[in-house]
């Protein structure tokens, strides 16, 4: 296990935990003070101030990513089957021009929340075969662009509206149907918030092996939670393990960066400086 | 597939669906008035009526029970360990004394929360222990009382607080564990709100089988989801597949009641009849 106590080399950076607080170019600006040294951005925030301010603000900055956030929501009906296509076709180019190590993916639940205009469905069933048929797709696509693809199965609770892919077995069992060889090209975004209470998931991390664990993704549970999306915690002020989770994370091997990912009413109150300061302290303390 | 359209012969209440408009002999009474013939009610509304009223009530009314809520949060620091065995064991003997047909059991998550004034705790692993430890010592007890005993594994929201058992497969670990020979002693009870997300919930339904199916509860899925307890869906409001998984549910050869049970802030402000009356009418056309 990695000693992340001497600096915080190790720490990315999600932009969504300070989204409410400055654009992707101030955020990018506040990193590189702080000595960060990887951050991992959303689409939106990316597409406001455009991608090649925001891929040069990167370079600019000497930050690295830790992913691309977010490609999926495959669940569509016939007449927005085209739409998702056609968006993550995007995604996959938007980060290989940032130079992610991944593309992200939030598969989507049933069409009409995945794709607002699809025709209403409650078959779960169906959207798990969209997900992977729409995986399937977009996978032809993204090795061509040489873009790893990393499937992040969201907490239960985002089963209708988010994702469908609900634990890490269910994301395995997609990248064993999909890529049988292991190519280093299909993998999964394990996010401690989405998985912690599984008790299969310690054994599902050695299943998932180095080559598959693309992104580690830390923030923490707190009880009570007032808020299904956004009343995350900061890491050591709720309840989930994170030292043991790393700990299985980083027997694998893994060596990637430690990605803060927190949406939470109350932390986008406060000023990103202070935000930034915390997510330090606990990386090197907690997490 | 039994054909419930014809009448309500096969609807229960959970009495905690109007639990705001009355107390539980006036639930008792407007169940008799709508035709119901089985309730599920809690300790703290049996309590506030007291044990002796409450059974005389529901024998009075002709009312049969689908179950008894509820026994668990068995995980505990050592000062209070004594207090969940004992509270366990009279839940055990309230049960029996009104008829039910199980006590269902809401295991309870870390201690700090399940037996409130319990040392704070992370370890999950813990606690899955202690629940599994909890439940053997109280299976000997329900067995004399010959109480069976219903594992209810609930959504994995509340994993840290209300129960550590949060997938199907999980509870029937626990039942394979300790009641290896299947005396019918030991089983589960399924409430389609914290189970209907699962991929592996077929699989886990055949598992079950007849004999650990002890009790079955509907209610739905709302998106958007405004509370994590208190913002249950009526039948047929929601995105479950009821239909599907009732199917499944009675392929085993469940001849039980189908219980209603609906948390919901919501309903809790509606008019007790018109609540029971829409849970009827969607009882037969929806669930």
Sequence with gaps: MRDLSADHALLSLNTATVRKQGDLLAIVEACARHGI????????????????????????????????????????????????????RRAVDEAAALGAPC???????????????????KDLGAAHAQVEDGIA?????ARAANMPLAIEPLH???????????????????????????????????????????P????????????????????????????????RGMMGDGVIELRRIRCEVEALGFAGFVEVEIFSNDWWTR?????????????????
Tied chains: 1, 2.
């Design 200 to 231: 299969e998931l310690s054994a599902g991390i050695r299943r998932c092996g180095r080559d598959r664990m693309l992104a580690y993704h830390v923030c923490d549970w707190l009880v009570p939670t007032k808020d299904l999306l956004l009343d």
């Design 37 to 88: 040294r990887a951050v991992s951005p959303w689409r939106d925030q990316v597409a406001a101030v455009g991608l090649e301010r925001a891929v040069r603000a990167v370079k600019d900055a000497g930050l690295a990513l830790s992913g691309y956030c977010r490609g999926g929501m495959f669940p569509a009906d016939a007449a927005h089957a085209q739409e998702a296509r056609d968006d993550n």
């Design 271 to 287: 000023p990103m400086n202070e935000v930034i300061e915390t997510c330090i302290t606990r990386h090197r303390t907690i997490v």
């Design 137 to 141: 797709a977009l996978l032809e696509y």
């Design 156 to 198: 239960p609770m985002y089963a209708a509206d988010r994702a469908c892919v609900n634990t890490l077995a269910h994301a395995l069992d997609i990248c064993d149907q999909l890529d049988p060889d292991r190519q280093g090209s299909l993998g999964v975004a394990l996010d401690v918030y989405h998985v912690w209470w599984d």
């Design 103 to 121: 593309l992200v993916l939030v598969v989507g639940g049933l069409p009409q929340f995945s794709r607002p205009g699809s025709a209403p469905s």
